[in-house]
């Protein structure tokens, strides 16, 4: 069964310093999310992506952050300088349709660690 | 303000008992419903959803739009249920892209 992939798995970086973490999404979905967990607090929406564009993003969204499909595989969020408080798990997820009831399907998720 | 609440962080109970794991929303317009689960070590996957009505690893979820909840059950519960479980109302309608809110999350220890 096709699978969300993301790299790496960890990531430890010093404050300020940017950082990318990659997801590849299922490869006929067209529809791309980056989700992220605070230790200790909830899933949070972070920013959706399709058609090359992003078409929605949370408040923690801010222009630290973006997204780029480079090309037809990979989905990557760039925090452009990282504070200690982006440290947490990031999670990517795809779809294959608009459909609200279309099940997003979720990468093993990339651990960051700001120092 | 679309908001979910799972009242409960930790739940326990033993095998063979049935178990309740609570989810209310507070939500503008009709949400989809769902429920992820995450095993130990495992990634986020969907256990179920409303519109499918449907029973999976014999847990099931009746959505009460007069009480807004969306409570999943399980007469059964089995060691292997025990995981982290979400409940994600999806953000439906308008320019929405489906994005997921999920509540805090309700880990379920199920004891032999």
């Known amino acids: 069964e096709p699978e969300v992939t993301q790299t790496p798995s960890h990531q430890v970086t010093q404050m300020g310093q940017e950082v990318i973490l990659r997801c590849v999404p299922i490869?006929?979905?067209?529809?791309f999310y980056w989700y992220r967990q605070i230790l200790g607090q909830k899933v949070e929406f972070l920013v959706s992506?399709?058609?090359?564009?992003?078409?929605?993003k949370s408040e923690i969204f801010d222009d630290q952050f973006s997204v780029e499909r480079p090309d037809g595989s990979n989905f990557t969020l760039k925090i452009r300088s990282t504070k200690l408080e982006d440290s947490a798990m990031y999670f990517c997820a795809s779809k294959g349709t608009s459909g609200r009831t279309d099940t997003q399907y979720f990468g093993p998720g990339t651990r960051l660690t700001v120092l | 303000a679309q908001r979910v609440t799972q009242p409960e962080k930790l739940l326990s109970v033993f095998k063979g008992a049935p178990v309740e794991l609570k989810c209310n929303y507070s939500y503008s317009g009709s949400p989809e419903l769902f429920w992820y689960v995450q095993y130990s070590r495992q990634r986020l996957q969907l256990l179920l959803r409303h519109i499918s009505r449907e029973s999976i690893k014999g847990f099931t979820a009746d959505l009460n739009k007069g009480e807004t909840s969306f409570h999943l059950k399980k007469p059964f519960a089995q060691e292997e249920d025990s995981a982290m479980y979400y409940c994600?109302?999806?953000?439906?309608?308008?320019?929405?892209?489906?994005?997921?809110?999920f509540g805090q999350g309700t880990i379920l220890t199920v004891h032999p």
């Open positions: 992506f399709y058609n090359n564009e992003i078409s929605e």
């Open positions: 490869s006929n979905h067209l529809y």
């Open positions: 994600a109302p999806n953000n439906a309608g308008g320019t929405s892209y489906g994005k997921l809110t």
